[in-house]
């Protein structure tokens, strides 16, 4: 029994070896040498070795790049453009989510199955602009936020219809009985047992609006940029191959707020996506 | 209100049947104009000379599409765009499997290690991108490591011509393989203990037990996760312009980028016709996953 039971001892230590090796090449590494090289100056970042910094150089790369790519402005705008969009796109879906898992009518059936399509088929980006340029918002935030909301709101309301199909009907029915109005029943007694769903897909569409550049490279000019679309700006435009330094910093400086996010929500979101998938 | 509420104090349940569409109204103008019509316009677009070079936009019969074939090689960015598209998912799904298998139990470390492995997916494609670019470039770690073995070694990878499309499709599947892990194990966590342990108890082999009896419940995992990868990566973009930028060449110039070089030097119409293509590829790919999807909810 005695060796059975080391044997299971150490095939759990061979395993948690092998999968900490993993995790550090895959994600290990690839990290490190993004953080240790925007540490360094140019010329020693420019050997892209894993070591530590010989000169530290740290201020002066984080401030040139913050400086540079006029950070601050850009972190406002991708605030703006997320928190918007996340917003809008979730006023227009879960209404329509209860909608579509309570209706049985046949026009509705039809419109889910539209307002879904957009989950495989991405839209046209060229049309887009062209449209914007039409009613004079190319070039700005909200011409974004409408592309960013065409673009997001199949998959919202997917997950969120999927969700709203296995609440129980018995309470809002009975509020309803009770005599609140259809709103009245939404906002109170569907929207809270609707919080699990919502969270998950508030976290994939944050997730996905704050990293997107397709849309802000289209359709916005560089003195709107966004923080995805500010790193692209500098770094095409210094050769990469000798200002690692700049280019890792900036990485670090875009990531960052969604990296602090996560670490602070980890284990909802790791969940949530878990039971998003499952009865999404 | 009130009147209606003295004649009938208590409405019937039933009464909550109609009405919905008032609910569904604002996402159906969203729908509408910012998905539908984009796409609607993008067909006329097609077919016309906009450009940035004269005012008017002309009706132009099939010149873009003659532009692409003749001077564009339209059919083998076609065919890179698949290599891409199935590369991406072959890779990023055997790699979100096997981790799903190896962190299936619930134990705090495996807690750990999927939320480790989850941290790319919030990388920004474009930040994915510049990450290997390092890991890959000439002097980076990788022929730092091969240089161990084999003093010297600077094959500059995203350097091929033939290797580059493969690698910067790797880059996306370590990217997304983190999210498409948790939906494995999800798949994973509707497999029947009892039956695991018949399984076992019979004898059955780690193989045995995960060939007939996991892989039957992750059918609908692997359906999804595939689909999407593949589809997804249709319209791959950022990871190829923070990497390669569509070279060495043409080697990894895939339909969205040939867009956005030709949005770039002004050649608007012809820019749209390329993603017209991208909607017709993505379309005809599509089919298989909603009719899964429907298939999927009908069982639900």
């Known amino acids: 029994m005695r060796t059975s039971r080391a044997g299971r001892r150490a095939r759990a230590i061979l395993r948690l070896s092998v999968l900490t090796i993993v995790a550090l090449l895959l994600v290990g590494v690839p990290l490190w040498l993004v953080v240790v090289n925007s540490l360094k100056t140019q010329p020693e970042a420019a050997q892209l070795s894993l070591g530590l910094p010989q000169t530290w150089n740290a201020v002066a790369n984080y401030s040139d790049v913050i400086e540079k790519s006029r950070y601050p402005f850009s972190f406002l705008n991708s605030l703006i453009v997320t928190g918007a969009s996340v917003a809008l796109l979730f006023v227009i879906a879960a209404p329509a989510a209860w909608a579509f898992a309570r209706s049985k009518s046949r026009g509705m059936r039809v419109l889910y199955a539209l307002a879904i399509i957009g989950v495989v088929l991405p839209p046209a980006v060229v049309p887009m602009v062209f449209l914007m340029r039409g009613i004079g918002l190319q070039g700005s935030l909200p011409a974004l936020i409408l592309f960013t909301i065409g673009m997001r709101v199949s998959l919202v309301v997917f997950l969120l219809t999927g969700f709203a199909r296995g609440l129980p009907r018995e309470l809002e029915e009975a509020a309803y009985v009770d005599g609140a109005s259809k709103l009245r029943t939404f906002w109170s007694v569907v929207l809270p047992m609707m919080k699990p769903v919502v969270w998950t897909a508030f976290i994939i569409s944050t997730v996905l609006i704050w990293n997107d550049f397709y849309g802000p490279l289209f359709l916005l000019t560089s003195q709107n940029a966004t923080l995805p679309l500010g790193l692209y700006s500098l770094s095409s435009g210094v050769a990469q191959a000798t200002a690692w330094n700049s280019v890792f910093a900036h990485v670090v400086l875009v990531s960052l707020p969604l990296v602090i996010l996560y670490a602070v929500v980890q284990r909802r979101v790791v969940e949530g996506v878990a039971e998003g998938a499952v009865k999404g | ?300």
């Not at chain 2, 997916?121 to 990788?142: E, K, M, Q, R, T």
């Not at chain 2, 033939?162 to 370590?174: E, H, K, R, Y």
């Not at chain 2, 949005?263 to 298989?288: D, H, K, M, N, R």
């Open chain 2, 1 to 300: 209100m009130n009147a209606a509420r003295i004649i009938r104090p208590h409405r019937s349940a039933g009464s909550l049947a109609g009405g919905w569409w008032k609910f569904a109204l604002p996402i159906g103008i969203a729908v509408a104009l910012l998905y539908f019509l984009p796409l609607l316009i993008n067909v006329y677009l097609a077919f016309t000379d906009w450009s940035g070079f004269h005012s008017g936009i002309q009706f132009s019969g099939l010149d873009n599409f003659q532009t692409l074939a003749d001077q564009y090689a339209l059919l083998d960015q076609l065919r890179l765009t698949l290599v891409y598209a199935i590369t991406a998912s072959a890779v990023g799904n055997l790699l979100a499997l096997a981790l799903a298998l190896a962190l299936e139990s619930r134990s705090p470390s495996n807690q750990l290690f999927r939320a480790i492995f989850f941290v790319p997916v919030l990388l920004s494609p474009l930040a994915a991108g510049y990450v290997w670019a390092g890991i890959l470039d000439p002097a980076g770690p990788l022929n730092q490591a091969i240089s161990l073995l084999n003093p010297g070694f600077d094959f500059a990878w995203l350097g091929s011509s033939t290797l580059a499309i493969f690698l910067v499709a790797m880059v996306d599947a370590w990217k997304w393989s983190g999210f498409f892990t948790l939906i494995f194990i999800a798949g994973l966590s509707t497999v029947p203990t009892e039956l695991k342990e018949a399984a076992v108890a019979m004898g059955a082999s780690r193989w045995d037990v995960f060939r007939h009896v996991k892989l039957p419940f992750l059918a609908p995992a692997i359906t999804y996760n595939v689909t999407v990868t593949v589809i997804g990566a249709m319209s791959t973009f950022d990871i190829i312009l923070a990497t390669t930028r569509g070279g060495p060449g043409n080697a990894t110039r895939v339909l969205n980028v040939m867009t956005l070089d030709q949005f770039g030097i002004g050649y608007f119409g012809l820019a749209s016709a390329t993603q017209l293509v991208v909607t017709i590829l993505v379309t005809i790919s599509a089919i298989p996953l909603i009719w899964f999807l429907r298939r999927r909810e009908l069982e639900g």
